[in-house]
């Protein structure tokens, strides 16, 4: 993340896709919240599946790890980073 983040405009968007079954949405959003601290990229939104891609019903699944607050493992965030110098 801190590679990509120079690459990107004052108020440019980063989409995050983390496939990874075994880490739970809770610990992914803990580790975003620390990369987020010193102010430099927020998270904006937090991206759920559509339900047809998915194919299951949350109820019906049993994850390695639970994804939750997301709603399959693959976890998606939308952040916006801010730049020192603001280019765009």
Do not use: H, I
């Amino acid at each position: 993340m801190n590679k990509l983040r120079p690459l990107v405009a004052d108020q440019g968007a980063l989409v995050l896709v983390v496939n990874a079954l075994f880490v739970s949405g809770k610990d992914l959003l803990e580790r975003l919240t620390a990369l987020c601290a010193d102010g430099y990229l927020t998270v904006e939104t937090r991206l759920d599946a559509p339900d047809d891609v998915v194919g299951l019903k949350p109820v019906e699944v049993k994850w390695p790890a639970d994804p939750a607050p997301f709603n399959s493992p693959s976890k998606m965030v939308l952040l916006r980073a801010k730049r020192k110098d603001g280019r765009v």
